[in-house]
């Protein structure tokens, strides 16, 4: 059982590294993910890699303690509506108004293993012929650099390539390999992944024309998530677009955007950016 | 939606079944091809065949190329394999012959419901 000052500890030490705004209620996360890490250490407890992340200077399983909490469940086309909009109103709007670039950038932020920014790789690979010699580039940030390792890898197990991924696609962009399946190299170049905590000034990542940032902010207390927010306003194009969760909402924070893609859209343009070419 | 469970392992049908009526279908059960064309025919209005590949007497690609052979007789239900078979030249051949999505077994609730909604189908509760 975890002791009340672990729980305190870790909260903050999570609040000040990541921007995690956990609270006491959710022990029970604290429990299932360090657990492992304190076994994993050699530790006999929870209480006692507590003990040794405060008395000692181990920055390295400091980070392990950040990672262990930050790494978030992920699939290909997750919630799918998002994709769909992005491969039907998004990507539509930016071929006529990117005509003369013919480029187009993409971030991922919080991207996990991979799977977001590959599912919309996999999109834009099959939209290819409307867009021949474009240049594309996907980013995918992440906090941790374990997930990064395996989003680089571009292996997923059976389980992961049955979460979300229609058929088809699995035929078209995946060898097998083993037991696992492998993303093939042309998929793979369309993705860059770097290591990024959204709570550091990210202004030198460039600017872009998209960027999925989903459910991610839902761990973030209110003002971590305006500051966020008005950070990722100042990389996205004038005319970009900006997804979030199923679950995220912007109400009730100052914030440069507007909703765009009616009800079920869920995704966000700059306030005063120019309307969408027809 | 009206589904037909075609497997011959009861549990899995138990299992599956469990899992789609929760979603808020309608489910109907076969233990082979043949029981399966029975019940199209008794049932047309089955919309979605969960169809396993090793099966006796008829198994899963020769329902498929049955189901070709007679698809004059009215709409085709969509289909999705659901079998053990997990390499990909088998995922091929299922997916030339007919299927609309395949699933490896084994599965959990949220593939099940995953591939369903890449085929735009919906759980009642889910606003289908």
Not at chain 1, 166 to 183: A, C, D, E, H
Not at chain 2, 58 to 66: D, P, Q, V, Y
């Amino acid at each position: 059982m975890i002791s009340p000052e672990a729980v305190q500890f870790f909260l903050m030490l999570l609040r000040k590294e990541s921007g995690l705004a956990l609270d006491e209620s959710k022990k029970y996360l604290l429990e299932t993910r360090l657990e492992p890490l304190a076994a994993q250490e050699g530790y006999a407890s929870i209480n006692d890699l507590y003990m040794a992340v405060r008395n000692t200077n181990n920055s390295l399983l400091r980070q392990e303690v950040v990672d262990a909490m930050t790494t978030n469940e992920t699939s290909f086309f997750r919630d799918r509506m998002p994709f769909d909009i992005f491969k039907n109103e998004v990507i539509p709007d930016l071929i006529k108004r990117n005509e003369r670039s013919r480029r187009i950038r993409i971030w991922c932020a919080a991207c996990s293993t991979g799977q977001e920014p590959y599912s919309l790789a996999m999109e834009l690979a099959s939209m290819s012929a409307k867009m021949p010699g474009w240049n594309i580039k996907i980013l995918g940030t992440d906090i941790t650099e374990a997930v990064l390792k395996k989003a680089r890898e571009g292996t997923y197990s059976q389980h992961d390539i049955q979460r979300g991924l229609p058929t088809p696609y699995l035929i078209r962009f995946f060898k097998q390999s083993g037991m696992n399946w492998v993303l093939n190299s042309d998929l793979k170049r369309m993705v860059e992944f770097k290591r990024l905590n959204l709570l550091s000034n990210f202004s030198w990542i460039g600017q872009f024309d998209i960027v999925f940032c989903r459910n991610i902010l839902i761990y973030f207390d209110v003002e971590t998530k305006k500051t966020v927010i008005g950070r990722i306003g100042g990389v996205l194009a004038p005319h970009g677009a900006l997804f979030l969760g199923g679950s995220e909402t912007l109400l009730g924070i100052d914030n440069p955007f507007v909703r765009a893609g009616g009800m079920k859209g869920k995704y966000y343009h700059l306030n005063g950016a120019p309307a969408p070419v027809r | 939606m009206k589904i037909l469970v075609v497997d011959d392992s009861r549990s899995v049908r138990r299992i599956m079944g469990g899992m789609l009526s929760k979603m808020g279908h309608e489910i109907f059960e076969a233990e082979h091809g043949k029981e399966a064309l029975e019940q199209l025919k008794a049932h047309p209005d089955i919309g979605l065949l969960m169809l396993d590949w090793n099966m006796p007497v008829m198994n899963g690609m020769e329902l498929l190329e049955a189901m070709k052979k007679g698809r004059d007789e009215g709409p085709r239900p969509t289909i999705v394999m659901c079998t053990t078979e997990n390499e990909m030249s088998k995922i091929v051949h299922a997916m030339t012959k007919g299927a609309n999505e395949y699933i490896m077994k084994p599965f959990t609730k949220e593939i099940l419901e995953e591939k369903l909604g890449i085929l735009g189908i919906h759980g009642e509760d889910n606003g289908a």
